[in-house]
């Protein structure tokens, strides 16, 4: 086993028995001190950030791997996604040493350990990487079907080629945020089936999608496809995704070309980028693939991940979250590196920091499903709120969360949160 993901691990950092990070997960984040400008790099372990910038800085965090290299005096993680994996096995394996109970580096020096082992309390979370590039696919069949049933009915719920090739689009990655940043709802064109003409003004259908996304390690050079079997070499970590949309915009603009407006006003993601390498125990068989997929999209070892997943909404005059569904990425019928290794076979070079987004994660039961647009089912089944008010879609003041978590023995290796409000429009 890989000893950084051995149950029994324990840390001298005090972790809670329900943390999201434990010493088996150690998931990379860039944070901003309350009180300094330049951000920092650091792992999550408990309530603590441990300060790999202040680490790197002092020669106190050695990784024969990284060489003389100094990845975490940046202010992204970009240039650690690039090095690869025998440099972030390196580098995890260091850490967790640095972090085991019975290791007194820094346990047992008092004031080594005030530099180095950050409250998040006080801290801000700022995006992990520089996003060159986001693609967002449609992975789940569920979701795919639901979609599809309402907008072209039962018999021609799934297009042709979704069950041959992992659909998606190319979104946008000037507008993804990290969890904490509220969004205005968007102004833009919609047009109602029975009017004779489109109506400018903000959306009145704004939903969430829960999505799982990753962040691309090394890249490929233009023209040079990634093979499946090296997909996972390419694949640093994942987060939390809220796929923001506007339905009523979405459905006046898609055709021919797809989502355009309708996303690209703001994507959300958590900040801890969890290490496929912390995910690895967690691996599991994705749904049977029928029919079989083209050669280029084989894969000969389970890749679906067994992760839960739940989204709650809170309104401005409700005093507490209400849980508004619960799924599990393992759903998903296009796995990570189907993902991976379909974008890359045109050529189309992937770079580090890149983000692919898995598409929204219906399970099989209307409780699973990871948009309102499938829970209220087009609008036609208000969704009841404990206060008595209902929802068919999100209202000005409301806070989505996403969280998420993969159950080990007496542990979690979990994703925190990703968390936002809708805001009013802004119409000047
Ligand atoms: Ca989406």
């Not at 029994?8 to 990070?21: C, G, Q």
């Not at 849980?323 to 070079?349: D, E, F, I, P, T």
Request: charged share 20%; aromatic share 8%; glycine share 8%.
């Amino acid at each position: 086993m890989n000893p950084t993901n051995d149950p029994a691990l324990k840390s001298w950092v005090p972790v809670p028995p329900d943390s999201h990070f434990p010493i088996q997960n150690l998931p990379y984040g860039v944070f901003r001190r309350k009180d300094e400008e330049v951000p920092r790099i650091g792992v999550a372990i408990g309530e603590h950030i441990l300060d790999l910038t202040y680490l790197e800085q002092h020669g106190i965090l050695k990784v024969a791997e990284l060489g003389h290299r100094t990845v975490f005096s940046e202010h992204t993680l970009n240039a650690f996604l690039a090095l690869g994996r025998p440099a972030w096995h390196g580098t995890r394996l260091a850490i967790s040493r640095l972090l085991r109970a019975d290791e007194p580096t820094v346990r047992d020096d008092a004031a080594l350990r005030d530099h180095v082992l950050v409250p998040m309390a006080d801290v801000d979370m700022l995006l992990p990487a520089a996003i060159g590039d986001y693609t967002d696919f449609y992975s789940s069949r569920e979701h795919a079907t639901n979609v599809g049933i309402m907008l072209r009915g039962v018999d021609n719920a799934l297009q042709p080629n979704w069950l041959h090739l992992p659909v998606a689009y190319h979104g946008r990655s000037s507008s993804i945020v990290v969890s904490g940043t509220d969004l205005h709802r968007p102004l833009g064109q919609t047009k109602a089936d029975d009017a004779p003409a489109p109506t400018f003004g903000p959306s009145r259908s704004i939903d969430f999608e829960l999505e799982m996304g990753f962040f691309i390690g090394p890249g490929n050079s233009l023209g040079r496809p990634i093979p499946i079997d090296k997909a996972a070499d390419h694949i640093f970590g994942m987060v939390l995704v809220n796929d923001w949309s506007a339905r009523d915009i979405q459905r006046w603009e898609y055709v021919p070309l797809g989502p355009f407006l309708a996303k690209n006003f703001g994507t959300s993601i958590s900040p801890w980028v969890v290490p496929l390498e912390a995910l690895e125990p967690f691996r599991t068989n994705g749904p049977k693939q029928d029919p079989q997929p083209l050669p280029y999209l084989r894969i000969s070892e389970p890749w679906a991940f067994d992760i839960q997943l739940d989204v709650t909404v809170q309104g401005a005059k409700m005093d507490r979250p209400h849980r508004l569904c619960a799924s599990n990425m393992k759903h998903l019928y296009w796995n990570v590196c189907q993902q991976l290794a379909h974008h890359a076979v045109n050529g189309c070079n992937l770079q580090p920091g890149d983000l692919l987004a898995s598409g929204t994660i219906s399970g099989p039961t209307p409780d699973s499903y990871g948009s309102l647009l499938e829970l209220a089912w087009k609008g036609t089944k208000p969704i009841a709120l404990p206060n008595g008010e209902t929802r068919v879609f999100l209202q000005d003041h409301d806070r989505v969360t996403m969280t998420g978590w993969c159950q080990g023995a007496g542990y979690r290796i979990g994703f925190g949160e990703v968390t936002g409000r809708v805001l009013p429009p802004l119409t000047t």
